[in-house]
């Protein structure tokens, strides 16, 4: 079972940052696309970014498009979540989660992913 674990999670102001990590196990860390969605209360669980295998290239959703920058680091088995101008409605556990096949594939929906993490909480206040 490939384990992923979040953190960097917290409270912050509006118009704060924060900086998510995601550590993965695994060798085979450095084969797959790597994507973070979020759930606020209430709500279903949306995509937020995600990013090649090889770091090629990222895609990120439009709410945060030009505020949150995803970037990983094959060596340490890690990806990051880079989260700048946070607004109240970014509120929301933020989850890493890993896609189920290598190489190849979407990353939009949740579906494509098989592992994921615990979730980190990202609270900003007003």
């Known amino acids: 079972q490939v384990q992923l674990v979040e953190s960097g999670g917290g409270l912050v102001q509006a118009g704060g940052s924060l900086r998510l990590s995601c550590a993965a196990s695994g060798r085979t860390f450095s084969m797959f696309d790597m994507g973070w969605f979020r759930q606020a209360p209430g709500k279903e669980r949306e995509f937020v970014a995600a990013?090649?295998?090889?770091?090629?290239?990222?895609l990120v959703a439009d709410p945060v498009k030009g505020r949150f920058t995803i970037s990983r680091d094959n060596a340490k088995n890690t990806v990051y979540l880079q989260m700048n101008s946070l607004k109240p409605e970014d509120t929301a556990v933020y989850y890493c989660?890993?896609?189920?096949?290598?190489?190849?594939?979407?990353?939009?929906?949740?579906?494509?992913?098989?592992?994921w993490g615990q979730g980190t909480q990202v609270t900003v206040s007003s």
């Open positions: 989660a890993r896609k189920m096949t290598p190489f190849s594939g979407g990353v939009l929906t949740s579906t494509e992913y098989a592992y």
């Open positions: 990013i090649r295998w090889s770091g090629s290239s990222a």
